[in-house]
């Protein structure tokens, strides 16, 4: 690893901004370079954990959207589920389709199944594991896409990835959040989906690795 220089350091922190380094600079004791270095792991292992939660969320909308078009299709005679022929959707969710049709046939793309499914982001299908689903969406179709786990127990764990997964966004720190934990979700939700899939992303992913070579802190690690 390079070792930077005082005037360098307070370069970074300048264009980074003390606000920023702040909560680095507190698990570091006051160190700026110590923190320096901690900033740069949570870049890495945010970016590992981004990409295992990525493999995961498209195994769930893919999931998800082929139990919605076999349920579709016997009920309706159509596949396109996101049309919503039976009403079922909330206002909300029906708004999140008109914005993904949109951007799908953006720069007159015909319109396909699979392009819309790729423009519902994660906390379309999150809700769609909600309780207000439950009775409709979860018992008629959704339920088989996870291999008989209770619909809130999944939800929970859709949720806690979700959350995770929009801290990172927000480039916000993560060295301070149970990482370990969370990818254990991720693999476990994984599971619930495909277990060859799973397999695959469990041995793909950079996260352990990463936390064992985490920087010391003044910190606890976080467990939970």
Do not use: I, K, Q
């Given at each position: 690893m390079v070792t930077l220089g005082a005037a360098e350091l307070l370069v970074l922190e300048r264009r980074?901004?003390?606000?920023?380094?702040?909560?680095?600079?507190a698990a570091c004791?006051?160190?700026?370079?110590?923190?320096v270095a901690l900033y740069r792991w949570n870049a890495e292992i945010s970016a590992a954990l981004g990409t295992t939660l990525g493999h995961v969320e498209i195994l769930l909308r893919n999931a998800l959207h082929e139990e919605l078009t076999a349920w579709s299709l016997r009920c309706y005679g159509e596949p396109r589920w996101y049309l919503d022929l039976g009403g079922v959707l909330t206002d909300?969710?029906?708004?999140?389709?008109?914005k993904a049709r949109s951007r799908a046939t953006r720069d007159g793309r015909p319109?396909?199944?699979?392009?819309?499914?790729?423009?519902?982001?994660l906390g379309f299908w999150r809700f769609l594991l909600a309780t207000r689903y439950d009775a409709t969406l979860w018992r008629a179709c959704l339920h088989r896409a996870v291999s008989g786990q209770r619909r809130r127990t999944v939800h929970a764990a859709v949720s806690r990835l979700h959350e995770a997964r929009n801290r990172m966004a927000h480039h916000e720190p993560m060295f301070n959040r149970p990482v370990a934990?969370?990818?254990?979700?991720?693999?476990e939700v994984a599971g619930w989906?495909?277990?060859v899939t799973r397999d695959w992303i469990d041995r793909a992913c950079r996260v352990l690795p990463l936390l064992a070579d985490r920087p010391r802190t003044v910190l606890p690690h976080p467990r939970r």
């Open positions: 980074w901004s003390p606000e920023r380094l702040a909560p680095y600079r004791g006051g160190d700026l370079a110590a923190a909300e969710g029906r708004r999140d389709v008109v319109e396909t199944p699979g392009r819309v499914v790729a423009e519902l982001n934990d969370l990818r254990a979700t991720a693999v989906l495909c277990p």
